[in-house]
């Protein structure tokens, strides 16, 4: 299967802007590829990578202390829970509902990973799933075919090329009911904001505890540079990685594939075949052993009477996804 770069029906009705233009938009740059939000992830994608090339050579030198690992710990599980429930499970599929403390609470973690305005991650993602390994979907690996060549070239697309092409999502058309909440869309305008609060949090604490600005260099080295870059290439593994290799033991109309030793580390979202099975599912790691935080979080905030109507997948409907035999990837 190869999918044509060129552009679409579905992606020119697009560019021709077909798409509710009385809505307000939700990034600064609304939809233009060369927006401020743009260039900021770009900067915010090459340093924290160059930081984490430089890692091991610098710990090796001069080590690195319990402090800056406990907030690297910390600030990567805030941010990646903020993603995988926020973000996805929540704003994007819907698999629960939150009270509006916990909706905002859950825009704000999910901003603090350094990954994109929300609502432009979420029209995104929407659109990943309308198309998911077919033409018009913004990162699939198999894009250019099924060659080794071409899925190597596709790797690399689906997990960063595509976020710095020309073609871009219409919030608009995917995310309408994101850019209608006022606060929603306000924190996604804010992203350079929190971008800045997310850098920074870690050395004013680095700093404070150890009362040196040695303290907060590190502390800002290991906890906001070497934290941003391990999120980022986990959470575009699942993008890249996920749709190439892993077990496939439900049915889906794509490639996704469950990749077990990324589970704990992307915090439940690379079991991402079952997610393609059954995309408002609460809970993707539903067979046994399979670590999922992100549905354990869901759970307690359910307990707590934070989130309500909470789509957990009952034992029949799994069954009905099944895969008359599971299938491995190729």
């Known amino acids: 299967m190869t999918i044509s770069p060129e552009v679409t029906s579905e992606t020119a009705s697009e560019a021709r802007g077909t798409t509710a233009p009385d809505l307000p938009s939700a990034t600064l740059g609304g939809d233009s590829k060369r927006s401020i939000e743009q260039i900021t ?8 990578f160059l930081a984490l090339v430089a890692a091991v050579p610098l710990a090796w030198g001069w080590g690195v202390s319990w402090l800056d690992l406990g907030l690297l710990t910390a600030m990567y599980y805030i941010g ?3 993603i995988t429930i926020g973000f996805h499970r929540y704003f994007t599929h819907g698999s629960f509902k939150a009270k509006r403390p916990l909706r905002i609470a859950l825009a704000i973690m ?48 689906a997990h ?14 995917y995310a309408p009911d994101l850019i209608k909440d006022p606060a929603i869309r306000r924190i996604s305008r804010q992203f350079v904001l929190w971008t800045v609060v997310s850098l920074a949090i870690p050395p004013v604490v680095g700093g404070l505890v150890t009362l040196s600005w040695w303290g907060a260099f590190t502390a800002f080295f290991w906890g906001s540079l070497v934290r941003v870059a391990l999120l980022h290439h986990v959470t575009w593994s699942i993008n890249s990685i996920c749709h190439a290799v892993g077990k496939r033991p439900f049915k889906s109309r794509d490639r996704s594939g469950n990749v077990w030793w990324l589970a704990v580390l992307s915090c439940g979202e690379s079991w991402h075949n079952l997610h393609h099975a059954d995309p408002t599912s609460a809970r993707h ?7 999922d935080s992100s549905a354990r979080l869901i759970r307690w905030f359910e307990q707590l009477g934070w989130a309500s109507d909470v789509r957990w997948p009952a034992a029949s409907r799994i069954e009905a996804r099944r895969q008359s035999a599971p299938a491995d990837a190729a």
Do not use: N, Y
């Open 41 to 48: 992830l770009l900067l915010f994608i090459t340093v924290p």
């Open 80 to 82: 990646c829970h903020g």
């Open 110 to 157: 999910g901003s603090l990973a350094v990954e994109g305005p929300l609502v432009r991650w979420v029209a995104d993602h929407r659109k990943h799933h309308k198309f998911s390994d077919a033409e018009g979907d913004p990162h699939s690996p198999w894009r250019f075919g099924e060659t080794v060549p071409a899925l190597m070239k596709g790797l690399w697309w």
């Open 160 to 173: 960063i090329g595509w976020m710095f092409d020309e073609e871009q999502t219409p919030q608009h058309k």
């Open 285 to 291: 790691g539903v067979l046994r052993g399979q670590v």
